[in-house]
């Protein structure tokens, strides 16, 4: 666990390999909030988390994923279900799915298949309804005394949600301010990109996301892919343009829908990404990079295609 400061605390949820995922744990005084929790198998680090700075699960008053992809709420439930006192927050379109998981897991297997989902995410453990609060744009959250504030930030997924911090002046971004894995960083700055993922990329309400989190001004971004990013105003244009790149980059393949249009997606997404690399001056060779952007290459080309056939489907509608 990697203390921020302000009381705010980064785990690493060893999702896949140390540094690729986080959650944070939010202290103030006696009461504790998580935001994001991993999937069901980083629960001891979580409860070793909770331990080591001589507090209880009772403690906790507040689990709040972000959105419901699983490397950010898969271990919502078997978190919930050691916190006693904790309420779950939840993006209105987020909430539904955690009550009842059924949805993500059939989805989730679709995409990784069920092997992998097994051995990647154990299990995904209902919350109860009672214990859910839905948290509309602008809702404010006490903890202790420290005011917590839920921003809808559809863009990467229609059920996102960022966390403003007043103490800290912190957001927690879920994947809205993008991905920044500190294996990537040079002394040019961090490889910031954007996450496409399946299945509701959408670019220009993600534009207008980052819009509102700019006016917020924060001081710092908590990324949970990954940690901290301070100053992030300094870092939006280099966010910006990845949305616009990768959007672009699936509109030039939109007249050609056949099967191998996947594949090329994938191509270019590497080529993109590998380039960027290069630019920041990262010294790691091609197939480190490759690598450690595998599962982000696949999951951006796959969500630009599903960004494709659902703008298909629209113009069909029309
Ligand atoms: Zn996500």
Not at 7 to 30: M, N, S
Not at 158 to 165: S, Y
Request: overall charge negative.
């Amino acid at each position: 666990m990697n203390d921020l400061g302000e009381g705010v605390y980064c785990i690493d949820t060893d999702y896949q390999r140390p540094g690729l995922a986080a959650c944070y744990l939010i202290r103030e005084g006696d009461r504790l909030g998580f935001v994001d929790t991993g999937t069901a198998q980083a629960l001891p680090r979580l409860l070793d988390a909770v331990a080591s700075l001589g507090l209880t699960t009772e403690q906790v008053d507040y689990v709040i994923p972000t959105h419901v992809h699983l490397d950010h709420a898969g271990g919502a439930g078997d978190l919930m279900a050691v916190c006693p006192n904790a309420r779950l927050v939840a993006h209105p379109n987020a909430a539904p799915h955690l009550i009842d998981p059924s949805r993500l897991t059939a989805g989730a297997t679709a995409v990784y298949g069920e092997e992998a989902f097994a051995r990647d995410f154990g299990r995904i453990t209902p919350v109860p309804e009672a214990r859910v609060m839905v948290a509309e744009d602008g809702t404010e959250i006490d903890l202790n005394g420290r005011t917590l504030t839920f921003i809808d930030t559809p863009g990467h997924a229609n059920h996102h949600g960022c966390v403003l911090d007043s103490r800290s002046q912190g957001i927690f971004t879920g994947d809205t301010f993008g991905i920044a894995y500190k294996d990537l960083d040079t002394a040019q700055g961090p490889l910031l990109f954007a996450p496409t993922t399946p299945v509701a990329f959408d670019p220009g309400a993600w534009q207008r996301s980052l819009d509102r989190i700019l006016a917020l001004a924060p001081r710092v971004a908590y990324l949970t892919h990954f940690c901290r990013l301070d100053d992030p105003a300094t870092h939006l244009g280099t966010l910006r343009e990845s949305i616009r790149y990768l959007a672009d980059l699936a509109l030039a393949e939109e007249s050609a829908s056949d099967d191998q249009r996947l594949g090329r997606l994938r191509a270019a997404v590497d080529a993109y990404l590998l380039g960027r690399a290069r630019q920041n001056a990262c010294e790691l060779p091609d197939e480190r990079v490759r690598e450690l952007l595998a599962v982000d290459i696949e999951l951006n080309a796959q969500g630009l295609e599903v960004w494709l056939r659902r703008r298909a489907r629209a113009a069909a509608r029309t």
